[in-house]
């Protein structure tokens, strides 16, 4: 395997690991033990956790910006655009309930740890919320696109973390289908 293709398999073990143990409670023993690495040919890819730690953001940035190309071109209309990024609370419920949000997850924890890398994190809220805003000033919001879009952002957050904390699918459901007919308010007051 090249020595890149060792690298990616690393960041996508740690972001994996990240998210499901917590950036503080992961060590570099886990990351080499979940790629089959020894410790000197860990070592030899990244010196240090906060290293790794910015090859996830900088993935989970790509990843996103990825995701929210592909609902660009996938959708039809705002709205529609908009409904996807609901809708990534049903498809990821298993995980939400586990774990919560991925990008929420590691913000606060970052946060709480006072880490440089935290406002770096925030970037990937920063493409939802301004995806989102697009996507509402399309829908005809003009000034309220940024509320909007906060809002919704919020409102997913809440959901997510909720749902981590009582492991409650039916909660999620009804939060979801509430989402969607507040969005369809939206579209309609825009109209």
Same mark, same amino acid.
């Given at each position: 395997?090249?020595?890149? /293709?060792? *690298?990616? @398999?690393?960041?996508? %073990?740690?972001? !994996?690991?990240?998210?499901? +143990? #917590?950036? &503080? ?32 953001? /900088?993935? *989970?940035? @790509?990843?996103?910006? %990825?995701?929210? !190309?592909?609902?660009?071109? +996938? #959708?039809? &209309? ?32 970052? /946060? ?80």
């Amino acid at each position: 395997m090249s020595a890149e /293709a060792t *690298r990616r @398999q690393i960041v996508e %073990a740690a972001d !994996d690991l990240f998210y499901r +143990q #917590g950036f &503080d409670h992961t060590s570099f023993a886990d990351i080499a033990q979940a790629v089959g690495l020894s410790r000197g040919n860990f070592y030899y890819h990244f010196k240090t956790k906060d290293e790794i730690l910015g090859e996830v953001i /900088a993935l *989970r940035l @790509q990843t996103t910006q %990825a995701m929210l !190309d592909a609902w660009e071109a +996938q #959708g039809e &209309d705002p709205a529609q655009r908009i409904a996807s990024f609901i809708e990534m609370l049903i498809a990821n419920r298993a995980q939400i309930m586990l774990h919560g949000c991925p990008v929420g997850t590691l913000c606060g924890e970052l /946060a709480k740890l006072d880490h440089a890398a935290q406002g770096r994190a925030a970037e990937v809220f920063s493409l939802f919320r301004t995806w989102l805003a697009r996507q509402f000033a399309l829908m005809g919001a003009g000034a309220e696109a940024d509320r909007l879009a906060m809002h919704l952002l919020a409102r997913s957050q809440g959901v997510a973390a909720l749902a981590s904390a009582f492991r409650d699918e039916a909660f999620i459901r009804q939060e979801v289908d509430q989402m969607h007919a507040w969005m369809a308010a939206c579209a309609a007051s825009q109209a």
